[in-house]
């Protein structure tokens, strides 16, 4: 999901594999994975980038603030550990 998430906020495959360290083609994979678990088509792509289609609207509406919201505690555990 978090493959997903970074191709819908960044609209290209090969931008979010570089921001999550990962190869495009293994970025792609994961959400197409994603897409064949769901049986309902999340990005649409085409040469100019990828959206979001309805489903991954929706999708991306539930699970982004989730995700934000684990990405801010790990920070600050990360900040807490470096109090000791």
Not at 11 to 20: E, I, N, Q
Not at 31 to 42: A, M, S, T
């Amino acid at each position: 999901m978090r493959s997903l998430v970074a191709a819908a906020e960044s609209g290209s495959f090969t931008a979010a594999a570089a921001r999550l360290g990962v190869s495009q083609p293994a970025l792609s994979h994961a959400v197409r994975r994603l897409e064949n678990r769901l049986g309902v088509p999340l990005l649409d792509r085409s040469r100019m980038g990828v959206t979001p289609t309805p489903a991954g609207a929706n999708l991306l509406a539930a699970i982004t603030p989730a995700f934000r919201s684990i990405d801010e505690a790990v920070a600050r555990a990360s900040g807490a550990s470096d109090d000791r």
